[in-house]
């Protein structure tokens, strides 16, 4: 597949439309509005990282993490993992062209029902139909589907020898990769999994539906211009209803261009619940009058990422890369098994235990990361035998995911998103997985291991690489910061409580007001569908969501078809 962005000197001072950010709200954002004839410019602050370029070892790994502390920032503005360490609680996102899709484990549920008619969302939400059909389409695009070999896997295996007895269901999640050869609904040629496990470094072999192998491609091929290495600030709106867009270059164009103002009808801020809420907060200390509630309502989704060490079973949780480093050896996609514990009365004590597969290229480097546990005969062992032979061949990574209280809160500090959550630790979702991952793990004859990295900056804080909210869905500005439709509320003193400014959205994981409980790539989708629809339907557009292999072509492009 060539590549999908341009040089910055291609870059045009004014658009129909800007889209911040390329994950699943903005690829979704760009593409339906490309395919409405609107002029689309994408504009992502990571690099282009096409299919056999994700990092195959630690040498190319290690060049690939920006962390960012209270007083301190490491790694390139453009690495490829993105993490925020911060006093209560740290973060990990992704950063490149296609978002999260590109480092996660692509696993793809849909929430129980009775997350979307709590009351932290407004109610059309779950009333007006219109989520259901932003379901179907996220589900046409990225074409989740259980792994077909999911039971033949080791470590799904072991997750079901070690969760009986615990009460929770054992099944093969969906996740969004292909197992077959195929050609994707955006006209590209996919190779089928090779189930090497290393989904949460990067597909080199084509396989998983990113947005970057969906929705962007298909973006451009109906006339919009992506861009990478340009980091949003503010956006302000000016006297004659245009908005306009402050940002700096951060890739290596950055000597030839340095900052960067562009103008549109329409912004859609999709950089991400760290991305967006940043921008808007900015944007506010820049005038822009906004709701007061920006910044609250952060979620972790209840995640937790958790270890076993030492189980008496052989796992094979390490991902082996492609080309393959163990001849004959399949681990699975990074995740293909899931524990699910359901409860119909209380919504709050569902949950869901994944086994995982850490990446090829942290191989090497593992027997380091649990020497400060004070397993140094082990990880000599490891050393000398490789982790595909000694202990490590029993490692056990758990990714899980659940409720919280929704109760962190983003804001400026010395010029730097701060995420402050004081209580984080004790939510009691925390003390209910260790209790099910200690049994898990004692079960196979393990150690629990809930953090290697204890002994360093880590610390012992909680940490999530899916945080939602910031900009949360609300009836009005007194309980939101954007409305069902994702139209941002204004905060002037002079408007009423639902007025909105008029072209300025956020459509990414920022507007989901409370956790999920499960994975929240395929919500964010499809609540981003849901919002080009309803755009469409208020400015009187049409588009087609069908697949490029069935769209009509015509000398103008293609032909426009019904919502």
Known sequence: MSRLSLPLGALKSRYDVIVV???????????????????????????????????????????????????????????????????????????????????NAGVSLIPDWRVFTDDAWPGQVAQDGTLGEGYRRAEQWLRPSADP?????????????????????????????????????????????????????????????????????????????????????????????????????????????????????????????????????????????????????????????????????????????HPSKVDGLEIGASVSGQLEFRDADTLANEL?????????????????????NGRLLGALQSLVNGVYKGPFASLQTFFAVSHDSASGRFSLEDD??????????????????????????????????????????????????????GCGMGRDRTNGVVDHKCRVFSGSVNAGDTAVHEGLYVVDGAVIPRSLGVNPLLTITALAERAMLHFAQDRGLSYTTAPVTETTETAAGYAAAPI
């Open 416 to 469: 730097q998103l701060a995420l402050s959550w004081a209580d984080a630790k004790n939510e009691p979702v925390y003390a209910k997985l260790d209790a099910i991952l200690s049994k898990l793990v004692a079960a196979s004859g393990g150690s629990y291991v809930k953090n290697p990295l204890a002994g360093t900056v880590m610390g012992h804080q909680p940490a999530t690489a899916h945080p939602l909210g």
């Open 21 to 103: 950010g390329s994950g699943y709200g903005g690829g979704v954002t760009a593409s339906r509005l490309a395919r409405a004839g609107k002029r689309v410019a994408v504009l992502e602050r990571g690099r282009e990282i096409q299919t056999g370029e994700f990092p195959q070892k630690f040498s190319e790994l290690k060049n690939e993490f920006q962390v960012t502390g209270k007083s301190f920032k490491t790694g390139s503005e453009q690495a490829l993992y993105d993490v925020r360490l911060g006093r209560d609680m740290h973060v990990l996102v992704g950063c490149g062209l296609g978002g999260g899709s590109l480092v």
């Open 149 to 321: 070999r999911a039971r033949e896997m080791t470590k799904f295996g072991v997750l079901e020898r070690s969760g009986q007895g615990l009460g929770g269901t054992l099944v093969p999640p969906r996740v969004a990769v292909s197992f077959e050869d195929n050609t994707n609904p955006a006209g590209i040629s996919q190779k089928a999994c090779t189930r090497c496990g290393d989904c949460c470094a990067g597909c080199n072999v084509g396989a998983k539906n990113t947005v970057a192998m969906t929705y962007l491609p298909d973006a451009v091929r109906h006339g919009a211009e992506l861009f990478t290495g340009l980091k949003v600030d503010t956006v302000r709106k000016g006297p004659d209803g245009i908005w306009h867009v402050s940002a700096r270059a951060v890739g290596p164009d950055r000597g030839q261009t340095s900052d960067v103002s562009l103008e549109a009808q329409i912004v859609v801020l999709a950089a991400g619940t760290l991305g967006s809420t940043e921008i808007l907060l900015r944007s506010r200390e820049a005038g822009l009058a906004l709701s007061d509630r920006l910044g609250q309502r952060f979620s972790a989704n209840g995640d937790i990422i958790a270890f076993g060490y030492g189980s008496k079973m052989i796992v094979n949780g390490v991902g082996v890369g």
């Open 352 to 372: 869901n235990v994944q086994e995982g597969a850490l990446p090829s290229a942290f191989a090497s480097v593992l027997p380091v990361l649990f020497l400060p």
